[in-house]
């Protein structure tokens, strides 16, 4: 069963780009790509109502609690919103998420209904080193990988900066990545890549057999960019 691609939009702490509750938003799913937005608290809403499949980016793992300035799995799912975001590098870094953490929040989307996209990804000395495989192996297994997931790979050294590994470097991770997944669903889990994805440089990465498309951040908050990287997911898969 081929899988369908995602490009998915991380619009991290930026309000909704211009034009994306527009009925020819290019943040709707389009010529068989499956697209995907992740918007702030606030614009959760908003997206919803405008039909556009939305995910949060961050969920408290307990349903209700003493957790100040936290929205929880439940409260995210209750909203009507279908997916969510876990693990990023971003929340790994400011909120001091660990594994553990990135886990926890998995196994609550899941308990709640929601889909989760959980990101890996190693850092730039972890590559430097060759331990990249190490690490993202270690992020990896412990995930709950029998269930329905998404998986981002995005190395850290890659977001925000301009550089990216070159597509085989990311295929090659993508298909190590892939191995690690109990065979019932290996064939069956998108694995996207994220970090510095540009209108340039996506069809190469979508084009590696192991790559379902992209988690793209600063390039998904200019619409007629990211409309150019949905296309080129189109024009990977013909
Ligand atoms: P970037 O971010 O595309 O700006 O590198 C990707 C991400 O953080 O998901």
């Known amino acids: 069963m081929p899988r369908t691609p995602l490009i998915a939009a991380n619009w991290k702490m930026n309000p909704a780009p211009e034009g994306a509750f527009a009925a020819d938003s290019p943040y709707r799913p389009q010529s068989g ?22 995910g949060a980016q961050y969920g408290h793992p307990d ?28 929340r790994r870094r400011d909120h001091h998420e660990e594994d553990s953490d990135v886990v926890a929040q998995a196994e609550a989307a899941l308990r709640n209904g929601l889909h989760p996209v959980i990101c890996v990804g190693e850092t730039e000395s972890e590559r ?42 990311a295929e090659d991770m993508h298909a190590f990545i892939r191995s690690l997944i109990p065979e019932a669903r290996r064939e069956s889990t998108r694995i ?47």
């Open 33 to 54: 790509i499956e697209t995907m937005v992740f918007p702030t608290f606030f614009d959760l809403q908003p997206c919803l109502e405008a039909g556009l499949p939305t």
């Open 63 to 90: 349903s209700v609690g003493a957790h100040t300035g936290d929205v929880s799995m439940t409260m995210i799912k209750k909203a009507g919103c279908p997916f969510v975001l876990c693990g990023h590098s971003e």
């Open 128 to 169: 430097r080193t060759k331990r990249h495989k190490q690490v993202v192996e270690r992020q990896v297994r412990v995930l709950p990988l029998r269930e329905v997931v998404t998986i981002a790979y995005e190395p850290v050294w890659a977001i925000g900066t301009g550089v990216t590994p070159t597509p085989e470097q």
């Open 192 to 238: 996207l890549y994220g970090g510095s994805l540009t209108a340039e440089n996506a069809l190469e990465f979508f084009q590696q057999p192991d790559i379902d498309g992209g988690l793209v951040g600063g390039a998904s908050l200019k619409p007629a960019v990211f409309r150019e990287i949905v296309l080129a997911a189109v024009q990977a898969r013909s």
